[in-house]
């Protein structure tokens, strides 16, 4: 994917929540260790305005109420060091979400709860009151995994079944090179596959989910409208 317009500072230069917008959907479910907010970071280990919002998704992790994924995106890697993990399809999943929110570019680092709202991420309160806000409500589908399939039932206009492999280790890498050169940088639940598996349209369906392509990967499967619209439903195993 062609990218459009390279950051041209280190981080947004504004909190983006809409929160007006960000009253619970009609059936969906409140937060809870089976529903969990989903928060997503977009980064790169070339930007020196990372480091802060990492941190602060990192701590995030431990959360039962919350699934933190760091999707690690490639439009850095010509600036000094090429990111370890960073995947073109991460990428193209940040400008799904910047069409979205109806904008013309992206930057790191990016946060995204619930594919509702976002923001920089640097600033705990901020990100915290962001999690409060995008909560889901109450009712609506529910998703159960086993180690060969996803089972979803409940109500619901219909959404992409999103699945997501991510290393749940914390993982330090030293950076060589580039604007956090000579830094070492921990890196948790960070994303290594995406697949859709198909259409949910309500009621009840179940999906075959393929073997991890390698071992140590945690599952988690997103029902999420349109491309990168609200999401309806999260679980992981």
Known sequence: MEILNRPSAHLLT???LGLAALTAAPGARAADAAHPTVVELFQSQGCSSCP?????VMALADRPD???????VTYWDNLGWKDTFARPEFTARQWDYARAFHRSQVGTPQVVVNGRADLVG????ELDAAIRRADRGAG?????LDARRVSISGPGLGASV????????IVQVPIQRGENGGRTLPHRNVVREVRRLGEWNGGEAEFAL??????????????QQAAAGAIVAAAHD
């Not at 640097?122 to 309160?125: L, P």
């Open 14 to 16: 504004r909190v983006v």
């Open 52 to 56: 802060p919002a990492n941190a602060n």
């Open 66 to 72: 919350v699934l933190a994924l760091s999707w690690q």
């Open 122 to 125: 640097s600033s705990r309160g």
């Open 140 to 144: 609506g589908p529910v998703i159960r």
């Open 162 to 169: 999103l699945l997501v492999r991510y290393d749940p280790h």
């Open 210 to 223: 393929p073997p991890p392509g390698r071992p140590g990967l945690r599952t988690a499967v997103l029902l």
